[in-house]
Each structure stands twice: as structure tokens, then as C-alpha cells.
């Protein structure tokens, strides 16, 4: 996978002298072509709509963006049901995907109009309850096992928490056509940031052939089959990133395979992706503050674990660009911190950089999904800024950095951090 940075180190400079490091950037143009990519590859289904998962990037401007390339939103609380509202999304725009969903969550799902996808046998009376049953309803499967493409294990749905087992649909699909439900959904999510062109194929064959099972022997009508998110990127320079339009081909076969001969010809494909839809045109830009040497050598930066959480929390691998740097040769190792007092503090360990000063910008690739989401405030970190590269090259602020006022916010009816909250 090409590691180009999209900012050079100059347009970077410029842009900090007006927003401090460190913060989040977007690539709009690199959003927009990709997600005009993923309509394309899937153009051969009547009824396709890719529904960007929000808690990827939970950004109204970035929802705005994929919203004009006629994308709809997965939500998973009441918080992202409000954002997508906010945003002019509704109805059939919308996706609710939970767990251990709250009552709130669902009537305001309801509300809206959003396709409910159930996670449980047992949320059909709770949501009978809250709401009564919409006309369509969605059921999420969890297939169980270990998933598998060839002889490769991708992931473990038997350890997941996730969905109604294949009995479970059977019931689950009876009780809810007894309820009034007249049309249905399918979703599933059997595994996560999957780099090959075979797991959307692989897992819409084993939902295409449970559709024409419940079919069969239920008679419902199945109207759209939900295959989720789970499509990965290439965060490592040495992997070859998926392509949207081999994927798109593979289910198309699988569909004509199965669906097709099954009288199911049609079923609409929705997709659910975040980490592929935004991924890649998002990075954090953070200074070197401080370097050390002691028993390894530390390059310290002014962004941690609270702006990026993934490397410490996975382990997960992102690349590093020093920016102005790309071309010196990587001769100098080191692991890349910020301050939290945690040693997982890491954006990387052991890397190979050029050899990195006090000053510098570093680049860090791929935080674009499931990266300035999964922020947090330990340490008294404030959240960074969020920032937007506009198509005309201009740089646009679509949330402003966090604040003391903001971090002592929630103590506003007590009076003691009052000369903070302004
Ligand atoms: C997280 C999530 C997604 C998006 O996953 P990606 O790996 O970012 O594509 C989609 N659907 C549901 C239900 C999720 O929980």
C-alpha cells in the first residue's frame, strides 16, 4: 500500500500556524472518489446503499460529505440517532445497529423511521413492548464457529456477543410475522478489518443461502441483506489494500449463485463500512516535543493514546511519516510516545524512521476510522481539533479543539471550577 502522506510537510507548517498541534485532518477528496468507488462495485444491485457506521467518525461535516455521495448512517445509540437527525438523515436513511440497546435508544429509532436491526431473540417483546414492531424489521446473525476463508481462520463469531444463532432466526422471524412485521432484513458482522477481496463474497454466501432457507420455511419477505462492515485497509505498507470493485464482482456472483435461482433476485445489499469508507483520508499530526535515551531511544510527541487509541489498545499497526523526511532512508529506531502515564503510550514501537528531531511534524497514517472517535480524557488530555483538507486545497475546521471550560464542563452545578468554565 502507497504510504504518500496527502498533506506535504509545507501545507502542514501552514495549517499550524493556525490550529496547534496536534489534530485530526480529512482528505475530502480522497473520501469522496472512494466512496463514489464502493456505489460503483455495487452498481449491479438495484437497491444498494452503502450506511457509513458513524462511530468510525462521528463528524456532522464528514456525515455531510458521505450523505452527497448518497450514503445513509448505521448508528448505534441515541447520541448518533441525534448527530444523523441533526444531519437531515431519516427513515430509510438510517440504520440502528446495538446491543444491549436502552429503551430510549429504540423509540427513538423508532421515531425516526430508522431500520431497527435486533441483536437479540429477546428484544423482539422488549421492543414490542416500547413501540410495537415496525413493517420492517432487521435481525442480526451470528453464524457461530470460527469464520473461515479457504483454511484461514478470520475471526471467532462463536465468542462474539453479537446476534441470534440460525435457530434463533427461524423463531425469531415466526414470532415477529405474528407480530405484524411484513418485511425483513438480515445483517451480520462475523469479522473485523478483514485485507481480502473474499470475506464480503464468503460471508454474503452463507447469508444469501440463510435467506432462502427463511424464505422457505418461513415465507417472510426478505428485503434487504445487511453485510455489514468488517472490510479493511492496508495500514501496512507491505499489504496490498482491497479492491472495493473485486469485492463488489465476488458478491455479485454469489448472489446470481444463490439468491437469484432462490426467487430472491430483488433482495437490496446494504453495506455498514466505516474503517474502509474513512480510514485512509484521515491522519494526526502531532510535534515532537521531547527526545530521550535511555536504555531505548524515545521520540516524544505532543498527540498520546487519548488522540489515537488503537495502537495501545490492539496493538495495532499505524505507519509513520516524518514529514519533509519521505525520502531520507529509515536508520534510526525508535519507539514513538506521547505523555500519558501508561507505557502503552505508543503510536510505535521498534520503528525505523529517518532520523527524527525536536520540531518535527509526524505524520500518522490511517486515523481517518475508529481514531479521534475512540478519544478519551485520562490524563487530562483534551480532545484535539478536527480538521478538514477542502477539495480547493483550503483547510476548514469541523470541530475545534477541546478546552479546560469543556474538560470541567461537568461540574458546572457546584460552583468550585467555576474561574475554568468561563
Ligand atoms: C463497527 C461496526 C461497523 C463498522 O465496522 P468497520 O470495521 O469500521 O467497517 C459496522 N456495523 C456495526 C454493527 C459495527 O458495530
Not at 444498494?48 to 445513509?72: H, M, S, W
Not at 435457530?167 to 422471524?173: A, W
Not at 445483517?187 to 464468503?202: E, G, K
Not at 505524520?363 to 478538514?388: C, P, Q, V
Amino acid at each position: 500500500m502507497d504510504k504518500t502522506p496527502f498533506l506535504t510537510k509545507e501545507q502542514a507548517e501552514k495549517i499550524t500556524k493556525e490550529f496547534p498541534t496536534p489534530f485530526h485532518i480529512y482528505d475530502e477528496k480522497g473520501i469522496r472518489e472512494n466512496a463514489r468507488l464502493v456505489k460503483k462495485a455495487f452498481a449491479w444491485n438495484k437497491g444498494f446503499r452503502e450506511y457509513f457506521a458513524v462511530k468510525a467518525t462521528p463528524n456532522p461535516f464528514i456525515l455531510k460529505i458521505l450523505q452527497e455521495e448518497d450514503c445513509g448512517v448505521d448508528c448505534s445509540s441515541l447520541t448518533e440517532l441525534q448527530l444523523a437527525e441533526a444531519c437531515g438523515f431519516s427513515g430509510s436513511d438510517i440504520m440502528f445497529s446495538s446491543n444491549v440497546t436502552p429503551a430510549e435508544d429504540y423509540k427513538f429509532a423508532y421515531k425516526l423511521g430508522a431500520y431497527i436491526n435486533l441483536d437479540d431473540i429477546t428484544h423482539i417483546e422488549y421492543l414490542e413492548k416500547l413501540t410495537g414492531i415496525p413493517e420492517t424489521i432487521c435481525c442480526r446473525f451470528n453464524a457461530g464457529g470460527n469464520f473461515t476463508i479457504s483454511t484461514f481462520v478470520m475471526d471467532k463469531p462463536q465468542d462474539a456477543k453479537y446476534g441470534f444463532t440460525r435457530k434463533q432466526m427461524f423463531e425469531g422471524f415466526r414470532m415477529l410475522m405474528e407480530k405484524g412485521a411484513k418485511h425483513f432484513g438480515i445483517h451480520a458482522f462475523l469479522a473485523s478489518n478483514t485485507v481480502t477481496n473474499d470475506y464480503y463474497p464468503t460471508l454474503a454466501k452463507q447469508m444469501f443461502q440463510l435467506a432462502a432457507d427463511l424464505r422457505k420455511e418461513t415465507g417472510a419477505d426478505i428485503t434487504f441483506i445487511n453485510l455489514s462492515g468488517g472490510v479493511g485497509v492496508a495500514y501496512k505498507p507491505d499489504q496490498t489494500p482491497n479492491d472495493i470493485l473485486a469485492i463488489g464482482e465476488g458478491v455479485r456472483r454469489v448472489y446470481e449463485d444463490i439468491l437469484v435461482p432462490a426467487g430472491l433476485g430483488d433482495v437490496a445489499i446494504f453495506t455498514e463500512m466505516g474503517r474502509f469508507m474513512l480510514a485512509p483520508y484521515g491522519a494526526l499530526i502531532t510535534r515532537v516535543l521531547h527526545k530521550k535515551h535511555i536504555y531505548k531511544e524515545y521520540v516524544g510527541c505532543d498527540a498520546c493514546a487519548a488522540n489515537l487509541m488503537r495502537p495501545a489498545m490492539y496493538g495495532a499497526y499505524h505507519h509513520i511519516t516524518v514529514l519533509g523526511k519521505e525520502d531520507q532512508p529509515c536508520t534510526y529506531m525508535c519507539d514513538v510516545t506521547g505523555g500519558l502515564c501508561e507505557n502503552n503510550d505508543k503510536f510505535a514501537i521498534d520503528r525505523m524512521l529517518p532520523p527524527t528531531d525536536i520540531g518535527d511534524l509526524i505524520y500518522i497514517h490511517d486515523t481517518g476510522a475508529h481514531g479521534f472517535s475512540m478519544g478519551y480524557n485520562y490524563n487530562g488530555k483534551l480532545r484535539s481539533a478536527e480538521l478538514l483538507l477542502c477539495e480547493d486545497d483550503s483547510v476548514k475546521m469541523i470541530r475545534r479543539a477541546e478546552t479546560a471550560a469543556d474538560y470541567f464542563a461537568t461540574f458546572d452545578f457546584c460552583g468550585i471550577m467555576d474561574k475554568y468554565l468561563k
